[in-house]
């Protein structure tokens, strides 16, 4: 909660909001978010219009998760560019606009918490990447590839010897036998 009286609902009159909020909450998706403990930098200004209060600025944070593609753990730096109106109650836009579609001013203060929050969370990225041309996984063995040598490759087994196992069985895999011949071969 910021104290806006401060700015005396005088349009023009302006002051700047520095400060790095410690999260009690993970902020993001499961896939990703700021974790609890982390703090946001805000850098804000707080300006008094018309209508209301406008605060603008940025909302920067560190957000870990899993790299959408290989599963290990990656940071992803987030800046939430942030430009949004705080309507006075007394004003045309509060008295025009349904209750949750915009921010209000309330008791001289503004809550930049719910503010803070959705637009970081909007900033996330849907897929983060450890880095950007991450390989991921080797379908064969899961191992990661940018762990695995250059041409990792499992030997592939012709397509018609595995219907063939599926149907007989596995047998030994050091047997060199061929086996049987199925229908159409
Ligand atoms: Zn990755
Ligand atoms: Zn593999």
Avoid: K, N
């Amino acid at each position: 909660m910021v104290d806006t009286r401060a700015l005396g609902h005088r349009p023009g009159s302006m002051r700047t909001l520095r400060i790095a909020v410690p999260l009690d909450a993970p902020m993001g998706l499961e896939v990703l978010a700021v974790p609890p403990g982390d703090e946001v930098d805000l850098d804000l200004r707080l300006e008094a219009v018309a209508e209301g209060v406008l605060v603008s600025g940025t909302a920067a944070a560190t957000a870990v998760g899993q790299c959408a593609r290989c599963l290990i753990e990656t940071t992803e730096p987030v800046v939430a560019g942030i430009r949004e109106l705080f309507a006075y109650p007394e004003s045309a836009t509060a008295a025009t606009t349904e209750e949750d579609e915009i921010y209000r001013v309330v008791d001289e203060r503004i809550d930049l918490e719910q503010l803070v929050r959705d637009e970081v969370v909007t900033a996330l990225p849907m897929a983060p990447l450890c880095r950007p041309d991450c390989r991921g996984l080797c379908v064969e063995c899961g191992g990661r590839l940018d762990d695995l040598e250059p041409g990792h490759s499992h030997a592939i087994l012709d397509p018609r010897w595995a219907a063939l196992r599926d149907r007989f069985g596995t047998g030994s895999p050091e047997s060199t036998d061929r086996p049987p011949a199925g229908p159409g071969e």
